[in-house]
């Protein structure tokens, strides 16, 4: 007998750790014999997710809900509830399937405390599973199809590949809700979710009013989000449009990261988060609220205000207009906004009309009317004819947006932004004093004296402005035909003139001059309204024409990320060609990496931040961008630093744009820098991603070495390469390795990015990883890395090249290293 007790009692531990192996850690369904309890979990396939039961900090309630599983992230952090509003005052919770086929909640006394609530009586679930993509779904016992999920009924997170959607025929729209508190998951006060009207646009509200908005969408990104200027937060957003009035949105992220999501937080601010293994904690990639400062907050300043966080106080009231209320707006009550000093008027009255006044980065006010306009003129004349059009804004690539009646929602962007263009009367546009001057001289001198008078004032302006306006338009026209760029190729880039130039640098002064590019000198300047710019002056002896001076005007003025210098205009007058950048204080990183007093600022940390930077540059002309970018030209001095030392990829006279469906291009004009080149550009005149994956390779072995690839004179290391390939091959890579920054701490990390940099710079263009591998690479998101193959140009030096070779290509350095008799292996 006591045998047979003891066989029992083993087959009964068994089933008992069977069933809690189902329930407990290891996946499995909820079916209707199958129910989950309190103590118990259920895990996704791959183990990403958790569903089970948990108590919120400083909480003693119960909850069903979702959340990370701790092998992936050691923080709770709980993605979705059921029970929300309901919640159980102890642990004899349990999950099931009803006999009416809906995943139920019932609490120990057999109370339902939440429901599917799947309406359609002919349909019966058959189990509950959770997905890898931490969706819980409901299949059907017939068909095997999902009946329900809980994608459909977000709480305040949105997870990859999870959809917001709005139905204007169903008037319906599912919508992230915050938590009551950190400790309460019940409804808060703010909700977040698609508005669409004439465009489309995120919202977050404070109950039913407006509290964020995110600016229309334009195809591409966010127009009213800062950073999408210089960096899309995510792989990319998706929207879906059925053409029959359902709108979805949903985002996938990058890399394919699971942990990467969106949290609408109980203080009303839409986080961006992603785990970071080697901190064990979450980093914050983006939030609504990014600037820190109250601007951000819809309708700061009222009706007719606009938003500084640079200036105190941080409303004024928009040119032409003046506070509603003097008082409040004293005080720093600015919600009553704003109101017109003058009326405008409809069509020509006495030969005047209303006109615009441009505000140059702003983020466009709420309420925008999208409409079919081929470029800014038109967009303009669409406005005037309209009379209560009130404002409009022409955005290259996107189109024209007018606003009707008041203007709310506006915050000044700058560096970034949209150019707005606000309608006034004709009286507010400028200063009358010299036309009253006019009318007073007209009544005393006579008709005889004011003849004269506009004859001569005629002539004058004739002379001052006309030829050089028409000679600036015929030269501008020429520079765009020469190269082959349509009209609306360039149109919106602002067009300094020289004169405004000149006075930004003092004449081009030497004391201003911050250096030399590739194809001139780089000036520092400060434009009237205390802008600092950066002029480059493109020499007459350069070898950079019309084709590459267009071609860097709009290439890069079509390109917004923060790792990319920002284009802030150019000017074409008489022999001069300039272009207008943003300032970068630190110049570029060549000036501190290769010297030895500045070389000791970059310390390891600053270094892997450029590495980084200039990784998710690159990515954004390959991958992320409307155009798909080969700079043909990265190297040290093209990337600029700014004052944090964060990395900005510089200089796309050489950038070329390739089509979606193209992989590679071919020139017989080799151009760039020898050393950076890839050989199948160099030799063949083949480029491609590749070759910017080749340039970055020697651009990261110089930034982990602290040396030039060029600098070597050793009769059997002629270049970086060649040395680092033959420390690779002896075990000994640790001695490229810059003595200021070879820490134990940093050792491994500098150790991978030494060896991106060896398979970056293979001989041939396929073994080369991608630059979406490269930084999966260094970010260590692929842990095992492959062994690297010999690079390019480390058995041979390279002589000059042969008569033949000269009259086949055009070969220069922006340099001025000659290179070449180039021939294949």
Known sequence: MAYVSYVLTLVLLFSWFWVFEQFGSVGGDITATQFLRDSETL????????????????????????WYNKEVVDQLEVVWVANRENPLSDSSGVLKISGDGNLQLLDGHNKSIWSSEIKDNA????????????????????????????????????????????DEKTKTRSLLSSWKSASDPSTGRFTSGIYHRKLTEIFIWDGDRPYWRSGPWDGHVFIGVRSMYYLAPVKGFHFEDDNEGAISLSFS?????????????????????????????????????????????????????SCNSRRSPICSCLKGFEPRNHEEWSAGNWSSGCVRRTQLQCGTIEGEEDG??????????????????????????????????SSYAYYLGFGCMIWNGSLIDIQDFSPVGVDLFIRLAHSELGDNSKQKVIIAVIVIMGTSTLAIFLYCLWRWMDQRYGKTSTNNEAKWKYYRVGAG???????????????????ATSSFSENNKLGRGGFGLVYKGILEDGQEIAVKRLSTASMQGPQEFMNEVVVISKLQHRNLVRLLGCCVEGEEKLLVYEYMPNKSLDAFLFDHSNREHLDWLKRFNIIKGICRGLLYLHRDSRLRII?????????????????????????????????????????????????????????????????????????????????????????????????????????????????????????????????SVQEFPEDRPSITMAVSM??????????????????????SLNEAQRNGRECFSVNGVSISSIGGR
């Open 485 to 503: 760029i349509s009209h609306n190729g360039y149109h919106g880039l602002p067009l300094f003139k020289l004169k405004e130039l000149m006075a």
């Open 43 to 66: 895990k996704s396939s791959r183990g990403y997710f958790k569903l089970g039961f948990f108590s919120p900090v400083n909480s003693t309630n119960r909850y069903v809900g979702i």
């Open 123 to 166: 349909v019966n679930a058959s189990a509950a599973q959770l997905l890898d993509t931490g969706n819980l779904v409901l299949l059907s016992n017939a068909t095997g199809d999902i009946i329900w999920q809980s994608f459909d009924h977000p709480v305040n997170s949105m997870l990859p590949l999870m959809k917001l959607t709005v």
């Open 778 to 799: 260094i970010e260590s998101e692929v842990i095992e890395l492959p062994r690297p193959t010999q690079p390019g140009f480390t058995l041979r030096r390279v002589g």
């Open 253 to 305: 992220s990058a890399n394919d990261r699971v942990t990467q999501h969106y949290v609408l937080t109980h203080d009303g601010v839409v986080l961006q988060k992603d785990w970071k293994d080697n901190k064990s904690d979450w980093k914050i990639l983006w939030q609504t609220l990014e600037s820190e400062t109250e601007c951000d907050i819809y309708g700061k300043c009222g009706e007719f205000g």
């Open 631 to 759: 700079h043909r030209d990265l190297k040290a001095s093209n990337i600029l630093l700014d004052d944090n030392l964060n990395p900005k990829i510089s200089d796309f006279g050489m950038a070329r744009i390739f089509e979606n469906n193209q992989d590679q291009g071919d020139t017989q004009r080799i151009v760039g820098t020898y050393g950076y080149m890839s050989p199948e550009y160099a030799m063949e005149g083949r480029y491609s991603e590749k070759s910017d994956v080749f340039s970055f390779g020697v651009l990261l072995l110089e930034i982990v070495s602290g040396r030039r690839n060029n600098s070597f004179t050793d009769e059997d290391t002629w270049n970086l390469l060649s040395h680092a390939w033959k420390l690779w091959n002896k075990d000994d890579i640790l001695s490229l390795i810059d003595p200021t920054i070879s820490e134990p701490t940093f050792r491994l990390e500098i150790l991978r990015c030494i060896q991106v940099g060896l398979l």
């Open 356 to 389: 615009f006044l441009r505000l140059r980065n702003m983020k466009v006010p709420d309420n925008a009317e999208w409409l079919l306009s081929d470029d800014e003129q038109n967009c303009r004349r669409l406005c005037l004819k309209n009379c209560l059009c």
